[in-house]
């Protein structure tokens, strides 16, 4: 049996060098022999449930997207329309479509470590899309499997994340995946945006976007996010913009450098919408790239429903 070395992934740090290289190499063979209308049989006989407590379009519709091409039945659950709102538990929630017969569980949450709790209480696999400001690993693998088709190799590559780290669970699952593949990581943003007392992979700080364009092969820019922040974070967000929003002029002196963003993008504040049409720009490739991650995750850890 070749799969990843733990029945589920909560989180990057589940993952060693090996696993996300064959993840990678999974999805390289799903890339290269997927062909409209065409399904494989992976995942034929097994339910997949996407339960998402938050809202998504990228993540939700690629997790999809991959189950149905691997000939699973899907299961949509829409929390807001849920006996969630008659005062179910999130447990018992997962029991009840425990007990129709689902197996792997796709699960977005708001709360930091939901996924890790529910995982505990279940035989079934949980994939977390997205907990809280905590961690998003499908993301971070997309991404770096993106930059791997991009360059041909990881190694030694220099990355600026800019904007929102603190609250973005997008960057703390790119750290631990890029430092495993050797790439080298900064951040770029605002003191109050940064985990400056809570910094456990010792990344640097640039100290402004130029410095930032000088140094690296990569900006990954991050949108401001809002709905996780306090008031009183930043001054205003055409300040936030002005320091730190990537522009047309501020990167044209470096035309090699290939800008990325998870999305969605709220152009205008972090990212400058002609940006989006740059050949460097990577974002749609991105997106493409989730749907070949996802159905390499799924493929793997569906291995483990076999034994
Ligand atoms: N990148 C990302 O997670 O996007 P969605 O919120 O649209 O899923």
């Known amino acids: 049996m070749q799969t990843i070395s733990k029945p589920y992934l909560l989180s990057s740090e589940d993952l060693t060098r090996d696993d996300i290289n064959l993840i990678f190499q999974r999805a390289k063979f799903f890339q290269d022999n997927y062909t409209p209308g065409s ?79 529910l995982q505990r209480n279940t035989s079934g696999i949980i994939l977390n899309a997205g907990d809280g400001k905590h961690e998003h690993p499908t993301q971070a693998l997309l991404d770096n499997y993106t930059l791997l088709n991009h360059f041909g190799k990881l190694e030694g590559l220099k990355i600026t994340i800019v904007g929102d780290i603190f609250h973005s669970r997008v960057a703390r699952s790119n750290i631990n995946v890029m430092k495993t593949l050797g790439m ?71 035309p090699e450098l290939v800008v990325m963003h998870p999305g969605p993008v709220n152009y205008g504040v972090e990212l400058d919408y002609r940006i989006s049409t740059y050949p460097n720009c990577l974002i749609q490739t991105q997106v493409t790239s989730g749907v070949y991650i996802r159905m390499a995750v799924l493929s793997l850890l569906s291995e483990y429903l076999k034994k």
């Open 39 to 117: 399904r494989f049989d992976d995942l034929k006989g097994i339910s997949v449930a996407l339960a998402f407590f938050e809202n998504s379009t990228r993540t939700k519709l690629s997790f999809e997207i991959a189950a149905k091409r691997l000939s699973a039945d899907t299961i949509g659950f829409a929390a807001s329309t849920s006996s969630l709102s008659k005062g179910e538990s999130l447990l018992d929630t997962l029991k009840t479509i425990e007990a129709m017969g689902v197996q792997i569980y796709v699960i977005r949450h708001g709360s930091s470590g939901a996924q890790q709790f």
């Open 184 to 254: 080298e990581v900064k951040f770029l943003g605002p003191g109050t945006l940064l985990p400056q007392q809570n910094n456990p992979w010792n990344v640097d700080f640039c100290t402004n976007l130029d410095e930032a364009i000088e140094w690296s092969d990569i900006l990954l820019v991050l949108r401001l996010q809002r709905e996780r922040m306090n008031s009183g974070l930043l001054p205003s967000i055409e300040e936030f913009s002005n320091f730190f929003g990537v522009t047309a002029e501020k990167i044209s002196r470096k």
